[in-house]
């Protein structure tokens, strides 16, 4: 069946760091990507998505490639604000609406 | 603009009470879904709705039971839960068509005392 896998966390960074959250996946086909990030004590937004291989998804000074040679769809931000503090989950869905989602990476980036 | 509305945002409710959960989007999405998120964990797919039939539900306990009145509104009635059942519920929907966006509301934090 199909499987995310993300980069164990916590991830502690200061102010400014450059972020990768890495993310891989196993499908068959080609599953649209997304990356959700869910803040204290708040619900998922969707942060960025994907739908077929060299797409890059981007928001709010983020960004993430969707890699089919890789199997991956790795989350970048060039400058980290201490608003970016969140938990930060990587997900594929092929069909039958099922997402499937990573664990979650928490991110705590201090000032 | 891409708003699921979740009513109520806090539930404290005791092991013998009847509750709800209540949902609304009006984005025109025909999939509409409850997850359970438990602390530190991603979503869990309890129900899917499609075109307002049941078309998944993943061995969920009868004591949560899903409605879908219109294509626009979506209950959880809560019965004779357990404290283990205390969790985040998030209710998200999307279209139909192709794999597409999933999106989630603020979601309801329940606690069963």
């Known amino acids: 069946g199909n499987s995310v896998t993300q980069m164990e966390g916590p991830v502690t960074l200061s102010e400014e760091a450059f972020l990768t959250i890495n993310c891989t996946y196993t499908?068959?086909?080609?599953?649209?990507l997304f990356w959700y990030v869910q803040y204290p004590g708040e619900g998922l937004q969707l942060l960025l998505k994907a739908t077929k291989a060299d797409d890059k998804g981007s928001n709010k000074g983020f960004e993430a490639t969707y890699r089919k040679e890789t199997t991956s769809f790795h989350l970048e931000k060039g400058s980290v604000q201490v608003s970016d503090s969140a938990v930060y989950f990587c997900?594929?869905?092929?069909?039958?609406?099922?997402?499937?989602f990573g664990q979650g990476t928490r991110l705590t980036i201090n000032p | 603009d891409t708003e699921v509305t979740q009513t109520p945002k806090h539930l404290v409710m005791g092991m013998t009470n009847k509750k709800s959960l209540k949902c609304e989007q009006h984005?025109?999405?025909?999939?509409m879904y409850w997850y359970k998120q438990k602390a530190k964990k991603p979503p869990e797919l309890m129900f899917v709705y499609s075109y307002e039939k049941l078309s998944i539900n993943e061995s969920v306990p009868s004591r949560f039971s899903p409605e879908c009145p219109n294509s626009s509104l979506l209950n959880l009635h809560l019965h004779a839960l357990q404290p283990e059942d205390s969790a985040l519920y998030l209710c998200?929907?999307?279209?139909?068509?192709?794999?597409?966006?999933?999106?989630f509301g603020e979601g309801s934090w329940l606690t069963v005392v």
């Open positions: 984005m025109g999405h025909r999939a």
């Open positions: 998200a929907s999307s279209r139909l068509e192709g794999l597409d966006t999933i999106y």
């Open positions: 997900a594929i869905i092929q069909g039958a609406q099922k997402l499937v």
């Open positions: 499908a068959t086909g080609y599953p649209s």
